[in-house]
């Protein structure tokens, strides 16, 4: 365990804001974790993974701890299920394909989300009709506040849109999840956004895992932006979620406004939609801007710094306050 000063932070970053950490340390196994809490637990620290999912604004005048740790493997539970265990530091999308080159069921709807094994827990990654908290069964947890390990349940995480226990504790660390797959009968979700249209063009007719994969990074790939070559972090802003009341309010003054029901009468309403509405849809700004593929994702064309991001995403966050009456909430970490 090396502790580096005054590190560039560029290359941990999606967004690849070019700040400085005052002290740097990369953490590859749990017993350097522990190493760590007991040397340097009284210090300013902020944990990162991935980095895919955070903005920074400024240098960070403290100790960035980078979480790395790797490894993954499975075990079979019965004919039907297998158990895979995969360390918080893997990329998320090798493990999606390591899982569907195995035929497990249950991730390919989450292929080609950026980030690390461990940030997925964090927001409880979703996309096309799949949450992570649909087959995860459990979490290793560093608890950073007692410097213990514990196991938390899935039931135990308070997952919801986008959120979960571990979003609202920073110090409640993942090093490693749990995940119940299937190894055969898999449950093909392909209705949502698109995935039927793009099977079609495949020529596919019943689909596999594989298939269902292809098509989610086919779609991705064309309705983001790409990560390696322009900084984002996905989508910057969560859909909302509103009342009926709220809903008629819209309905009655925007003839055309898309929405899906929830739950308990409540209604969640694209981000991207209301951002195009108000206009910000492709708008470039010198080096940073909305990105002309997705206006939920905001984005760096290289060499923007942190807080012009920050400026352009509360003027979204205002003008859509104004015409459409929603707070719109921010779905990436700022700091
Ligand atoms: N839309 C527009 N203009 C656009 C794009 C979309 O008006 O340019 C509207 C359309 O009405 C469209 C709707 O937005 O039907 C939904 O668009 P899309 O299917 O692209 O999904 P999303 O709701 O914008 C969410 C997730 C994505 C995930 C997709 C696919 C959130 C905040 N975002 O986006 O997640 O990939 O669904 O399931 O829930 C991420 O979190 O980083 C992310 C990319």
């Not at 992570?132 to 560093?142: A, G, N, P, T, W």
């Not at 709220?246 to 308990?264: A, G």
């Amino acid at each position: 365990m090396i502790i580096k000063k005054n590190q560039s932070l560029l290359k941990l970053n999606s967004f690849k804001i070019d700040v400085y950490a005052k002290e740097y340390v990369e953490i590859t196994c749990e017993s350097e974790l522990l190493e760590l809490y007991r040397q340097h637990r009284k210090k300013k620290i902020l944990f990162i993974g991935g980095g895919s999912n955070i903005l920074f604004t400024k240098n960070f005048n403290g100790l960035v701890v980078h979480l790395n740790i790797k490894g993954k493997n499975y075990k079979k539970i019965n004919d039907k299920y297998v158990m895979v265990s995969a360390s918080s530091g893997e990329n998320w999308n090798d493990l999606v394909n390591w899982c569907v080159n195995r035929d497990f069921g249950g991730i390919e709807n989450l292929s080609l989300i950026p980030g690390n094994v461990g940030g997925a827990p964090v927001q409880n990654i979703g996309a096309y009709g799949r949450e992570l908290k649909d087959v995860l069964v459990s979490c290793r947890v560093y608890n950073w506040e007692n410097g213990s390990f514990c196991e938390y349940e899935c039931s135990q995480c308070d997952f919801d849109y986008r959120n979960s226990i571990f979003k609202k504790n920073k110090n409640l660390l993942i090093t490693k999840v749990n995940l119940k797959l299937t190894s055969k009968n898999h449950l093909i979700i392909s209705s949502y956004s698109g995935i039927n249209e793009e099977l079609k063009k495949l020529g596919v007719k019943n689909a596999s895992i594989k298939d269902i994969s292809i098509a989610v990074s086919n779609i991705r790939s064309r309705k983001l932006p790409n990560l390696d070559k322009i900084g984002n972090a996905g989508s910057f802003f969560k859909n909302p979620i509103i009342e009926k009341n709220q809903l008629d309010f819209l309905v009655k003054n925007f003839e055309n406004i898309p929405y899906y029901s929830v739950e308990n009468n409540l209604f969640k309403i694209p981000a991207a939609w209301l951002i195009e509405k108000c206009g910000f849809k492709g708008k470039k700004f010198i080096n940073f801007g909305v990105s002309k593929k997705q206006p939920l994702v905001l984005v760096n064309y290289g060499g923007a710094n942190g807080k012009e991001i920050l400026q352009l995403s509360k003027s979204i966050v205002s003008t859509v306050k104004k015409i459409f009456r929603i707070n719109l909430e921010t779905e990436v970490n700022i700091i």
